[in-house]
């Protein structure tokens, strides 16, 4: 049984002790970093420790959102990224809250940013205790490794290997296939649940090149695979013609409408995905149907929050009163006048709509449920 207005006292608690560790210039500098607005994604709350890469991935799209091959760090300390991160309203603090996934918009582990990602961790780990998933396609050395085992008790690692004959053409300048299956190893023998992010899935890939990079992803200590669509944008499709990408055409063919801007659009991928799918079971891999699912079990916790769930098993799910739904829209400034239980949590409130979705955003995590709001 969980208490959703322990969960925000808890909350509140943790805010007044890292402010007391802050001095007041550190503190209104995390009062408005976006960490401290920005909703979570369906995976989480993702979470920067740097900006741009300069792996130069030509099917990255984070270079068409302004970020530039030339990586820095993220400005914040650790206790400045642990209170902007607490502050925010539709994040649940603890093990059981909001996932934090790192690697959005950077390379976690590129020399630029490494010390502040291990900072982050540790920091986050230590006060927050909220599940941490990483992706990366650094080179994950022994003793790096070692050190991301230490910096918390469990982490959840994802290795991304999406091509072993065309990686010189479409990262050049990141890690070899050959460099990332040792990092499997290495974090897998550090004691870190590892698995392998397939993701994108590159139109024109063989069920060759599927059955290699799943194999040997699976000798080097694997727990599974994750598996993801690609995503265009109109730049993106013009630096794929100027290398000259050889499966344009099947590229262009996926293509849901018309790409224009920076607007990223999902390509169809159904039967690659399912080649994908079935090449993995019948090697034996655990497969994830999502980043977070991953996230999950590297943390031993169910979850029914998304329609790709339930993760773990669904008994587990925790049990809490209704009364306490209604009773955290008070620290929303929203009425909640309504509450029916079933797999998905449906409410009725009122009120301020960001103010309902960030409330819904909290319980849902809390609770592990999927919650339905109506006004």
Request: overall charge positive; glycine content about 6%; aromatic content about 8%.
């Amino acid at each position: 049984m969980i208490s959703l207005l322990e969960a925000w006292e808890k909350k509140r608690e943790l805010l007044s002790m890292l402010k007391e560790k802050l001095s007041q210039s550190e503190f209104e500098e995390s009062k408005k970093d976006p960490h401290s607005l920005r909703p979570p994604r369906p995976c989480g709350l993702t979470v920067h420790t740097g900006f741009g890469c300069a792996f130069c991935c030509v099917y990255c799209y984070i270079y068409d959102m302004g970020f530039t091959s030339k990586p820095r760090p993220y400005p914040l300390s650790g206790l400045q990224i642990s209170y902007a991160i607490s502050s925010n309203p539709s994040v649940a603090i603890g093990v059981g809250g909001t996932p934090l996934a790192f690697g959005a918009i950077t390379e976690p582990f590129m020399d630029e940013s490494r010390k502040k990602t291990l900072e982050y961790i540790s920091t986050i780990s230590s006060y927050l205790g909220n599940p941490i998933q990483f992706s990366t396609k650094t080179f994950i050395e022994r003793d790096l490794a070692s050190e991301i085992r230490k910096s918390a008790e469990k982490v959840s690692a994802l290795v991304t290997i999406v091509t072993t004959s065309l990686y010189k053409l479409l990262e050049p300048k990141a890690p070899s296939p050959d460099e990332r299956f040792m990092s499997i190893e290495n974090l897998s023998r550090a004691g870190v649940h590892t698995v392998l992010f397939l993701r994108p899935i590159l139109p024109g890939m063989k069920i060759d090149e599927v059955e290699e990079i799943v194999s040997r992803s699976l000798d080097a200590g694997a727990r599974g695979i994750v598996v993801g669509s690609m995503r265009v944008t109109e730049k993106m499709i013009r630096r794929l013609k100027c290398i000259n990408y050889p499966y344009m055409d099947d590229l262009l063919k996926r293509i849901p409408g018309m790409v224009r801007g920076d607007k990223q659009v999902t390509l169809r991928m159904n039967d690659l995905k399912k080649m994908v799918y079935d090449e993995a079971w019948k090697l034996g891999a655990r497969i994830y149907p999502s980043a977070c699912a991953a996230n999950m079990d590297a943390h031993g916790i169910s979850c029914n929050a998304c329609d790709m769930g339930p993760c773990g098993d669904p008994d587990n799910l925790p049990g809490f009163e209704l009364d306490e739904v209604r009773a955290l829209g008070k620290y929303y400034e929203i009425r909640v006048e309504k509450v029916i239980p079933g797999d998905a949590l449906k409410i009725k409130a009122s009120g301020d709509k960001m103010r309902i979705k960030q409330f819904v955003e909290f319980a849902k995590w809390v609770t592990k449920r999927k919650v339905l709001a109506k006004s």
